[in-house]
């Protein structure tokens, strides 16, 4: 079993691959989803020290609004449907289509009252 004894974002970003060995929930998940979850848990709990009230609620199962697929090496879209890490292609309707000279940073997946969004960020490779 393994006990994560400090609150160092850097030890729990590293430890969460081997996570997902002892918990298979945690091993379906991507693991730079889970990390960049765990950073936002992070951020939530040195926001509370500073201010000195309003302790994080931790979200149960269900209740986590957006993930974020923080890294792509190659352009995830291809027509009409996006492919994500370890859920394959999804189905999208694609409003615009993405300019030339621009490449996919990350994109972030929410669940709305209406059903499910992507928000697809986006960086031109001309950057000086």
């Known amino acids: ?16 691959p081997r996570l997902g060995k002892s918990f298979l929930l945690l091993a379906a998940l991507p693991s730079q989803v889970l990390q960049t979850t765990i950073g936002r848990l992070h951020d939530a709990w040195d926001f509370f020290q500073k201010r000195g009230y309003g302790f994080p609620r931790f979200k149960k199962y269900g209740q986590i609004k957006s993930m974020l697929f923080p890294q792509f090496t190659v352009n995830p879209i291809t027509g009409w449907q996006l492919k994500l890490p370890k859920l394959g292609l999804v189905q999208i309707n694609l409003h615009r ?32």
């Not at 079993?1 to 969460?16: A, E, V």
């Open 97 to 128: 289509p993405i300019p030339d000279g621009f490449v996919v940073k990350q994109v972030r997946t929410l669940k709305k009252a209406m059903g499910w969004f992507v928000v697809i960020t986006i960086q031109s490779e001309d950057v000086t």
């Open 1 to 16: 079993m393994l006990i994560i004894h400090s609150l160092d974002i850097r030890n729990s970003k590293t430890t969460s």
